[in-house]
């Protein structure tokens, strides 16, 4: 199955006024925004579909960059925080349909090494307005962005952290080394604070990830 991901900018966003409402119903419509992205996808092909380890990312350091906390979590959190982990960071939108089909075993993932000091996942929410090349200064709309990332998670009663990157700045970083980035885009850092490996887009299931995950864990009781 070719991996999905959007590449392309998240649809208007709308006023902040009342809003009552299904979740669940909430949930459908993103997916279903999203599959004029996930047709996109198949015809043109994502360009991060290689190997998780031959993306230029990997091998390289985590840029130094502060993510602000935007759901479940009270501190912001310094990416040199990640040494000494292995932490698996995922960039995500409510607006994107491939994001909203991993989520699930995203958070199985995170169930499964809940009592396990060694390993951390760190979602990062993005209103979907950036992407590699924009100019100019960016901020992302947090307050819809916070108000759109509960309504997903409240459809799993999950309470996972959730983290922004407020002006792209870890994002941007990323991209000096190399402009393949989509959503979502999940990369895997290990003890050392470098990059292990990297997934562009959602291939059908996290299994690989899943497995990286272990190796780099098990790596480390060596």
């Not at 819809?144 to 309504?151: A, G, N, T």
């Amino acid at each position: 199955m070719p991996r999905l991901y959007s590449r392309f900018t998240a649809p208007p966003r709308r006023s902040m006024g009342p809003r009552r409402g299904n979740v669940g119903l909430f949930v459908l419509l993103c997916v279903l925004a999203g599959l004029a992205v996930i047709l996109l996808a198949l015809l043109f092909g994502p360009g991060g579909s290689g190997p998780a380890t031959s993306h230029p990312w990997v091998g390289q350091p985590v840029p130094m960059a502060q993510l602000q906390p935007l759901l479940n979590a009270d501190a912001a959190v310094d990416t040199d925080q990640f040494a000494g982990k292995v932490t698996l960071v995922n960039f995500w939108g409510p607006w994107c349909g491939p994001c909203l089909m991993e989520l699930p075993e995203l958070l199985q993932i995170r169930e499964r090494y809940s009592d396990n000091p060694d390993f951390e996942l760190i979602p990062i929410s993005s209103d979907g307005r950036w992407m590699p090349g924009q100019p100019g200064l960016f901020e992302e709309e947090t307050e819809q962005l916070k108000h759109d990332s509960q309504l997903v998670l409240a459809q799993y009663n999950s309470a996972m952290p959730v983290y922004v990157d407020m002006n792209a700045d870890l994002r941007r970083e990323l991209i000096k080394t190399s402009p393949q980035f989509g959503y979502p885009t999940n990369f895997l850092v290990g003890r050392d604070g470098m990059i292990k490996a990297v997934w562009v887009g959602y291939g059908g299931d996290l299994t690989p990830i899943s497995k990286a995950i272990r190796a780099e864990l098990e790596a480390g009781q060596e």
